[in-house]
């Protein structure tokens, strides 16, 4: 599913969250059905908890807390050590160099679709699994099909009911700062970490609200929602022929998508995870052009072929 700060913000319309909120109603009766004995979610992260100071390209969480951005979770999230270092040995030995951490501070972009599936961040056991979706360089997007193959692998070896969840927008650009567009302040606090201060935290969420207003009014020079794009995307992964994507360079992804439609990497992992288990079918499909929320939003379920 895709997650947007402005779902928690003024701003969309009601109509346009009445609607995305009818198939998040339809993803919630899916979970219920499954009822999980654990989550395992891949999600990017919007400089609050990675930096360039040290940034992977895929980190494991054996312990994480949720920032609180955009009024999402604060605080520690449930994650069984155990499991998530198995996952980590696992995908090692798998040959998918990936990072663990400790203590790892997970946003909107991991907490988001916990709330709105579970209502509560911290109602299931949960292993967050950060892609790097922003920060360049980025490595190919077949790297994270690997990745999800191989922590698929070892979630079928748990025995459990076990609900993967790619968190990510699909096409969209909005103002998130880059190393080559910083100021100088900004670019120390994505470097380095340094914490937000609330008034710097209030004028972030102005800024993304502005930039909604702008877009959705045709007025703004971010790059706009490309349905063609996105739809693509989604009949490659509806159809489970991931290996196509393994050709869709960076360059084209931005290009085609914007600079944050590298989310789909999310996506592309949490559905090779569950190829892991063998053929699947999507059943719950959702998607809006919405500007109103900076993204290309879907959601997609799925489960294993009979």
């Not at 891949?42 to 992977?56: T, W």
């Not at 699994?129 to 099909?145: D, E, H, V, W």
């Not at 959705?216 to 706009?224: H, K, M, Y």
Request: aromatic residues 8%.
């Amino acid at each position: 599913m895709s997650h947007s700060p402005l779902l928690n913000l003024p701003g969309p319309s009601q109509d346009l969250l009445d609607d995305i909120e009818t198939a998040l109603s339809q993803a919630r009766n899916f979970v219920a059905e499954f009822a999980p004995e654990l989550v395992v979610i891949f999600a990017p992260d919007h400089y609050n908890g990675f930096f360039y100071k040290l940034m992977p390209p895929f980190c494991i969480a054996t312990s994480a807390t949720g920032v609180g951005d955009y009024g999402t979770h604060s605080g520690p999230l449930d994650v069984p050590e155990d499991i998530a270092d198995g996952c980590a040995k696992a995908v090692l030995a798998a040959d998918v160099d990936i990072a663990i951490s400790s203590c790892m501070e997970v946003d909107h972009g991991a907490v988001q679709p916990l709330e709105k599936l579970f209502g509560d961040a911290t109602a299931r056991p949960v292993i967050p699994i950060f892609i790097n979706s922003l920060a360049t360089p980025l490595g190919p997007l077949r790297r994270c099909r690997t990745l999800g193959t191989a922590v698929g692998k070892y979630l079928v070896s748990l025995g459990k009911r076990v609900l993967v969840v790619g968190s990510g927008g699909l096409s969209h650009d909005p103002p998130i700062a880059t190393l080559e567009t910083a100021n100088p302040q900004v670019a120390r606090r994505i470097v380095h970490g340094d914490p937000m201060t609330s008034a710097q935290r209030q004028a972030r969420q102005v800024a993304v609200i502005e930039a909604a207003q702008q877009l959705a009014e045709g007025r703004s020079d971010r790059q706009p929602i490309n349905p063609a794009f996105d739809h693509r995307f989604l009949e490659i992964v509806d159809a489970g022929q991931l290996t196509d994507l393994d050709g869709w360079s960076n360059s084209f992804i931005a290009h085609e998508g914007g600079n944050s439609a590298h989310e789909i990497r999310t996506w592309v992992a949490a559905f090779g995870a569950l190829a892991a288990a063998g053929t699947y079918e999507t059943t719950v499909r959702y998607y809006k052009a919405a500007p109103e929320l900076i993204a290309g939003f879907a959601v997609r379920t799925a489960v294993p072929c009979s």
